[in-house]
């Protein structure tokens, strides 16, 4: 099987001034969390489409691998609210 590579789907920056207390950290929530095949020859390299179909060039790699770990879910377990259940139906086939 292709390698799986996770990427996160990132909400849209607020254009509203932030908290002082949440000034530079840059950090954006993640909306869905996605799997992707990866990109040939480069396994660590997202491909250009989601599981489900979605353009992955917005997206961010997720530090967290399928294939290191062996019987757990394809998806980190904080995110388990956030998963695509397109990709997640494909990835139980």
Known sequence: MTEIVVVYELDKPVPTRPAPEAQGTGERPVRKVHAAS??????????????????????????????????????????????????DAVMEV
């Open 38 to 87: 990866a990109a040939p020859g480069r396994p660590t390299a997202t491909g250009p489409r989601t599981l489900c179909g979605k353009d992955t060039f917005a997206m961010d790699t997720a530090p967290w691998k399928p294939s290191e770990h062996p019987g757990a879910v394809w998806y980190p377990a904080e995110h388990a609210s956030v998963v695509c259940a397109e990709c």
